[in-house]
């Protein structure tokens, strides 16, 4: 199968028309209704179910779909960390990717100790939204991630646990709450004027609640400061608390493990000192 064709597919079976699929590939709609039809034969299997208000899907191009998002997601991954080797030969970097304002310290410790390596490579930092870190490691737009456990898919990943932690409640200093020595997910969840934020889906979008849409950490302390909410976090975060915030421990909360994740497949030497290093640590 050419990628031409499962990108013609994948255009189709997203627009479930295919007029519109050959507006979007800037092509005329008789070619792309011959290329389908061809790659129907060849598979020996309809792929879509043709009306006169568009195509819907058969179980076979469904699964297309989904195995074809996952092909089209390799190759372009291929094609980054090729384009980045190639940078590479001339000038050594390694790309760590880290959610916006967690695992602060622990980073600053890494990339200080790592810069006193001899043969150290530069290092590129991308910090971003929760539930991001994952996707761009899988995809070659990063070298090597800061990744938390449960939260985050370490699936396929070769990865070096840096720590295993118990989860706090971060709330503002003087509420009631805050002179409880400990409490359960259950009260944590349930604190009436303090409602826990939102992490966002892997699609990008927010699930319904009354908790703040949680971007980056700094933010979402900004409003735990201010008294609009509360954040569970590891229990690290209390070196990093500012005046006006506290931490109770949560009991029956699972446990942060925190790791260096990589691709298996790397073979940068870069990316095998950052985790020498941050193993050493």
Known sequence: METRELRYFLAAA??????RAAERLGMAQPPLSRAIAQLERRLGAALFIRTPRGVTLTHAGETLLREG????AAIEAAERRTRRTIKAASRASVVLTAKAGASSELMAKLLDAYAAEP???EVEVLLSAPGHQAPMLRDGRADVAILHG???DLSGFDVDTLTVEKQVLVLPAGHPSSAMTSMTVEEAASIPD??????????GTYPDGPGPELRDQTQILQLVRLGRAA????????SSLREGLAAVPI????QVTTVIAWPPHSTSPGV??????????
Request: charged share 25%; net charge negative; no cysteine.
């Open 14 to 19: 997203e627009e479930l028309h295919i007029g």
């Open 69 to 72: 998002r996952a092909a089209l």
């Open 119 to 121: 043969d150290a490579a």
């Open 150 to 152: 449960p939260f985050d």
């Open 194 to 203: 303090l409602p826990l934020p939102r992490w966002p889906n892997i699609d």
């Open 231 to 238: 954040i569970m976090l590891p229990e690290s975060v209390r």
């Open 251 to 254: 009991s029956d909360a699972p």
């Open 272 to 281: 095998a000192g950052l985790v020498r290093t941050a193993s050493r640590l």
